[in-house]
């Protein structure tokens, strides 16, 4: 019996099946809202174990409520998004306070998003996280970096809460090749 055990794993391992470990882990979300829909993206880095190259992905969703949206995101997706590592929330000038609390109530009932992320403000968050990364493997580690520099803000998710949803949010944009914020 133990032989044929050993045979069927020895046979197992030879015939090449791939193991496919990939996963997207999710740096930086971003949400706009255009009046009716939110637009709601993602920039992910995927993370194979085999393979250390990292290529990023943005992946978009639309829906009449930030967790439909997501829900568009998450169904369009192969692998699993990691959300524990986002470090920035984006969101859209368009943003009303009413969404912006839908936004932040679905971030909050989403137990993998970290209260340490910081919330941004921007023009157009899908333009901003599309872009091309300056010094770090995505756009929204860049944004972290640049805003741990400056403790101007309390703009991390557990300060807005603590404020109340009454703290002023950094205005990031990009210009000129680099990434700014209003500070």
Do not use: W
Not at 131 to 146: E, F, R, T
Not at 157 to 181: A, C, D, H, M, N
């Amino acid at each position: 019996m133990k032989k044929i055990i050993l045979l069927i794993f020895a046979i197992m391992l030879l015939c090449g099946c791939e193991n496919d470990q990939s996963e997207y882990l999710v740096s930086s979300m971003g949400f706009d809202y255009d009046g009716e829909m939110y637009e709601v993206c993602f920039e992910a880095i995927v993370v194979n174990s085999e393979n250390t190259d990292q290529t990023l992905k943005l992946f978009r969703g639309k829906g009449e409520t930030a967790e439909e949206a997501v829900s568009q995101i998450t169904k369009q997706c192969t692998r699993p998004l990691l959300l524990s590592h986002c470090g920035v929330i984006a969101v859209g000038e368009k943003i009303g306070k009413e969404q912006f609390l839908e936004v932040c109530d679905f971030c909050y009932k989403c137990e993998e998003i970290t209260l340490s992320a910081f919330f941004i403000n921007t023009k157009d968050a899908q333009e901003l996280l599309s872009g091309k990364p300056l010094a770090s493997a995505c756009v929204g580690y860049d944004i972290m970096g640049l805003l741990k520099q400056n403790k101007l803000y309390k703009n991390r998710f557990f300060e807005v809460i603590k404020s109340g949803y009454e703290t002023r949010l950094p205005t990031v944009y990009r210009k000129q090749g680099g990434i700014y914020f209003d500070g």
